[in-house]
């Protein structure tokens, strides 16, 4: 168990909808991180966020969007999703103190399917 | 922008041998992570490297992080079944956004008992 809380596993919904995935990052982790993994597919990076704000954004559409809140818990947020959004999303976390790398604890991951 | 090359891609192996599997990067890296995926689920964090030329063991897994910076190497001992799985790396390169980690495409084991 890394610490890292997702919710929820699995969602099923319809092209056209939106959807709120949700993190909570081990306790005292600053930094929250969401991928995407598409079926055989690697880790993509989509937004970093560092204590509320937002770090750094990698393949993120723009249908797609995210926020840590004051308790550092973290939301991604994706609309108007097409069949292609389907995949795992996975938040991760760090304690990660400015200026340096530190090691990213992965969530279990949500499953996202679009009909 | 930035690539890791990992190599194989796949391996099948018979228990009780060991394995190797490597990351090239076209950039100099300055934090090398494994990480271990099981189907379905999060990747584990298996070895973190911070230090060019740093050897560092976790139980029957070994990594370094190689001298010129821009590759690293895993390998498992005496593999078992639970060995199954992606295993992937993860780079972090001056040039890139803080703490932020490029991944390799993942090298598939399988382990024949």
């Not at chain 2, 992570?33 to 560092?56: C, H, M, N, R």
Request: proline share 4%; with cysteine; hydrophobic share 30%.
């Amino acid at each position: 168990d890394s610490g890292v809380t997702q919710t929820p596993k699995h969602l099923i919904t319809a092209t056209g909808q939106r959807v709120t995935l949700r993190c909570s990052p081990r306790s005292g982790d600053l930094s929250v991180y969401w991928y995407q993994q598409s079926l055989d597919q690697g880790l993509q990076f989509l937004i970093q966020y560092y204590n509320g704000e937002e770090r750094a954004k990698g393949n993120i559409l723009e249908r797609f969007s995210a926020q840590q809140f004051p308790d550092l818990h973290s939301e991604l947020n994706l609309s108007s999703l097409e069949l292609g959004d389907s995949a795992l999303y996975f938040c991760a976390s760090s304690r990660q103190r400015v200026g340096a790398t530190s090691e990213q604890y992965f969530g279990p991951g949500t499953r996202l399917t679009v009909t | 922008g930035q690539q890791l090359n990992q190599s194989p891609q796949s391996m099948f192996i018979q228990e009780g041998e060991d394995v190797s599997m490597n990351c090239t990067s076209s950039s100099i890296f300055n934090t090398w992570l494994w990480y271990k995926q099981d189907p379905g689920e999060g990747p584990v964090l298996l070895i973190a490297l911070y230090k060019a030329g740093e050897l560092t063991s976790n139980g029957r897994l070994t990594a370094q992080f190689g001298i010129t910076r821009k590759d690293s190497f895993l390998n498992i001992s005496a593999s078992i079944p639970s060995d199954v799985g992606i295993y992937f790396c993860a780079g972090s390169s001056p040039e890139g956004s803080q703490g932020n980690l490029i991944f390799g495409k993942g090298t598939k084991l399988s382990v024949k008992p």
